[in-house]
């Protein structure tokens, strides 16, 4: 028992110090990357993440790490686009994500984290990048590419998604299904069918979540209590203490008296200019 727990120790301090790289990997600095493309080649987590008793903590740490370090990358990383070991990575994506989407599947957090965001994350990054040479890409793999696009329609779909992770793996489809627009590739009908009703059960959810934005706007608590704070400062300045209101009046009699006070001066003054106006014309 000790020896299992000497193991699970040593396995906890490996997966975090991949993480640690992945952390000092992102905001596409090129020196922190070779230095970490050094550390942890790209055959190494392929051989890794490919073994048979990898289980979904290590693929989480090595695939997030490959993201960061290889695929966003500052500068282009010739090894991820020429070679053939990110396809072998996305077989094994399309195994993870049909597993998942398996009703028999006693599935975890991390493998659902793994699935709903960091695969996706990862083929947004690879087929976005503007290093990648998409030409020879869909020449010779798009078997593999129409499998990811299946695959991950059927994540989608599946009951279990929280918004979050619908979120994430529809962005992921629809990068995907935009790229096979723009180079007039021809899908599966199967697959194109599936896709059709995505984006159709997509829009649907957009529209009713808008309405009811829209509705929920008109009649939020913010407006209540907006309108009761309008109410209230109605109520309280006609409710105001007798103190107050005695202070106002004494106000309003001493705006007044002041008024009488001066009204009196500007006639004179005013009477006085006649007068002597009269005066001037008679004596002229």
Known sequence: MQHDDALDGELDYHINLVHLLALCTEGKNVY?????????????????????????R????????????YVDTEVEMKEIFSRDYIWMLFEDFSKDMATICAPA??????QEAYVTHIIPNVLQFFFGSPFANLTSIFANHMDIFSELLLRCTEVYQCPWLSGEQKHAVLQCVTKLHEITLDRSIALPADLYQKLKSLFARARLGRQTGNAWIARSGRSSPDCHCRRQGR???????????????DESRSASRDVSARRRHVQPRRTVSVWVAWSLENERRKIY
């Open 105 to 110: 599947c006693k599935r975890d957090s991390v």
């Open 32 to 56: 922190t990357e070779i230095k970490c493309q050094s550390l942890l080649p790209l055959e190494d987590i392929v051989n890794v993440v490919k073994h048979d008793q990898c289980v979904y």
């Open 58 to 69: 290590i693929k989480h740490a090595y695939v997030n790490f490959l993201n960061h370090c």
């Open 231 to 245: 109410n209230h400062g109605r109520l309280s300045g006609s409710h105001r203490s007798i103190g107050q209101q």
